[in-house]
């Protein structure tokens, strides 16, 4: 077999052959003139809609084939063979014509049925979702050896930050929405001032031109009438009653005192409730969904030194021990450091003081009533434990180990107080199990104090009594089971996102021979989102010396093609690194002129430097419902 046809063999495969997920069918990651298809396989595509608004475009799963500069997708991979097999243009869905392709990115939306990328074209957006995170990885380096290979547009991203920001879709709408909110409820404000007839209400509806004495001495029925409106407490302008209507009234009802009760009832409560709708409504203004690599996937590295400590705390008072038990076992298997993780189960209703007038001395005993119909916890947390720290053929009953780990912290007369906060505690029952290559696990039997303060009490009694000292702390139900990633996926959302306190890269010259680090990069291209590593120069005379305004990346950006000879001098314009400011005709920027760079081969990366201060992030709690395992709720 000849080498060429070799080298088709092992890079082609047909599509028509039986489906398997998509794959990199050329593995040398090159596209050669005898290659057909490079990747196929299904994808999630989002349609297109011709007419804007708040509703979600419709997602469908498709098949794609890449074949050179297009990528094809079909209902399925059957079509997708007889196609290929055929070449029959009715079985083709639709095409995305890469030539045209401006841009690929990661996609920043949080809406994505999966990770999904971006491709900008002339005439559309694109996003599609390969099914896992090596389809995606497949796809995507595939789909960017086909664009810039064919010099149609540029990778302005290949990693997604560590924290960012996606604002939702529909906020036109929303606003629109909330004006009108707004108006109507104005509106209806002045409506009870203006038009409600309580105060304005004539005296005789059939003769509403006639004085008060006529009217009260034609009638039999008892009425309660003035020539002046409200009760002649209040005499409006005449403005208000021709606005009204009742400009030619003479004779006015007075109304009783319970319906004036009545209407300034309901007016106060209608501009209640319209102010706290408004300022409720308003913090929707613009809605952000935030999105976060793991804690552990941080780019750069978070340093060992700036992982947090964290305290776990499990609620019980009378809910099934085993239950509490598969608790504490999925946060036992939480991917974290175990070092940094401290598990306490605060049980508020293994013991009860009863407490005697004039006695600082309350007499503790156990809660039978709730251990008999929940289970003995602190027995159960034992019995957890010997099991995960001690040998099959250990000696030592479970009883007797827990001991070992026991302490008793209870008031006594000739000391009552051995709390730091007696208002959350008397005292407390406590066990410790501390062992290495496991988190720390805290038992603790809460003494309740007179005012207990009930669950809010047995917290606090474990922040300022108990010794809790973790920079985060988790609160938990008895039947809250945390999924493993819990902490991985929750701790990144308090760390800053906007990457000022984050680490910033420095890239070697790109002129060829030079080993500086780079001070400039040109500024066209920094827009356009070309990578830092491909336009960055130490200086404006490695800039020129490279004829970067010539080569075919800079015009692809510029002029949207490279066959373009005009540069105008606006591309030239060149950006400090460092501080992204324009830099002066000698390439000199006057803010970072003072600061000295040292000389270098490679690129440099400066130490990360993270902060999860509120001030940076403005962050201070996180729900995450989606993160636990689906229980039964008491």
């Known amino acids: 077999m000849h080498e060429a046809e070799l080298k088709r063999e092992q890079c082609n495969v047909d599509p028509r052959t039986s489906y398997q997920p998509p794959i990199n069918v050329c593995g040398q990651g090159e596209i050669t003139k005898d290659e057909s298809i490079q990747v196929h396989g299904f994808m999630y595509k989002q349609g297109k809609r011709t007419i804007k608004g708040p509703l979600h475009k419709s997602w469908r799963r498709r098949y794609f084939a890449l074949e050179k500069t297009k990528m094809y997708y079909f209902q399925n991979d059957m079509e997708c063979r007889q196609y290929f097999q055929s070449r029959n243009a009715d079985l083709v869905v639709g095409a995305i014509e890469l030539n045209d392709a401006l841009q690929l990115r990661p996609s920043l939306r949080l809406d994505l049925p999966a990770k999904g990328f971006e491709i900008h074209t002339k005439r559309r957006l694109w996003v599609l979702c390969p099914e896992t995170d090596d389809e995606y990885q497949m796809w995507f380096e595939a789909v960017e050896i086909a664009i810039v290979s064919n010099g149609a547009g540029n990778v302005i991203e290949r990693n997604l930050p560590n924290v960012r920001k996606y604002v939702m879709k529909g906020l036109t709408t929303y606003r629109f929405l909330y004006v009108l909110f707004l108006i109507a409820g104005i509106v209806e404000l002045f409506a009870l001032v203006l038009w409600f007839t309580i105060g304005l209400q004539p005296c005789d509806q059939a003769r509403p031109t006639d004085s008060c004495s006529l009217i009260l001495g034609q009638t039999m029925d008892v009425l309660h009438c003035g020539s002046k409106p409200f009760n002649g407490v209040f005499v409006p302008p005449q403005f208000w009653l021709k606005f009204a209507g009742v400009g030619n009234v003479a004779c006015f009802a007075q109304p009783a005192i319970g319906q004036w009760i009545s209407y300034f009832c309901l007016l106060a409560a209608e501009i209640i409730s319209f102010v706290l709708g408004s300022i409720y409504y308003l913090g929707m203004w613009k809605p952000v969904r935030r999105g976060a690599h793991y804690l552990d996937e941080f780019e750069p590295k978070l340093p060992d030194e700036q992982w947090p400590k964290v305290d ?323």
């Open 312 to 634: 776990i705390f499990i609620c019980h008072y009378s809910e099934p021990a085993d239950e509490t038990i598969d608790t504490l076992g999925a946060c036992m298997n939480l991917q974290y450091p175990s070092h940094l993780l401290h598990i306490l189960i605060l049980d508020d209703g293994y013991c009860k003081a009863k407490w005697k007038s004039n006695d600082p001395v309350p007499a503790i005993e156990l809660n039978k009533s709730v251990i008999e119909k929940a289970g003995d916890l602190r027995q159960e947390v034992a019995q957890y434990m010997y099991d995960r720290v001690c040998d099959a053929n250990e000696e030592l009953e479970v009883y007797a180990w827990r001991k070992l780990h026991s302490s008793a912290n209870l008031p006594t007369p000739t000391r009552p107080r051995v709390v730091n906060r007696a208002d959350c505690a008397a005292g407390s029952f406590r066990d410790d199990y501390k062992y290495s290559d496991l988190p720390h696990v805290t038992f603790i039997g809460r003494v309740k104090p007179q005012t207990h303060y009930s669950k809010a009490g047995n917290i606090n009694n474990a922040c300022y009594n108990e010794g809790a000292d973790g920079r985060y702390c988790i609160i938990l139900d008895n039947d809250m089971q945390p999924h493993p990633k819990f902490i991985l996926a929750t701790l990144p959302f308090f760390f800053d996102s906007d990457g000022k306190k984050q680490a910033k890269h420095k890239y070697m010259c790109c002129t060829s021979g030079c080993n500086l680090v780079a001070r400039v990069c040109c500024a066209s291209c920094k827009i356009a989102g070309v990578p830092d590593e491909k336009m960055s120069y130490c200086s404006k005379r490695c800039f020129d010396n490279a004829m970067h305004t010539s080569s075919a990346l800079h015009r692809r950006q510029v002029n949207g093609t490279i066959s373009d000879n005009t540069i105008s001098e606006a591309t030239k314009a060149l950006r400090c690194v460092t501080c992204d400011n324009i830099v002066d005709k000698r390439g000199v920027c006057k803010k970072c002129s003072n600061q000295s760079i040292a000389p270098s081969s490679t690129g440099i990366t400066l130490p990360a430097n993270y902060s999860d201060d509120v001030q940076d992030n403005t962050v201070a709690f996180v729900q995450t419902p989606q993160y636990f395992r689906d229980c039964v709720q008491f």
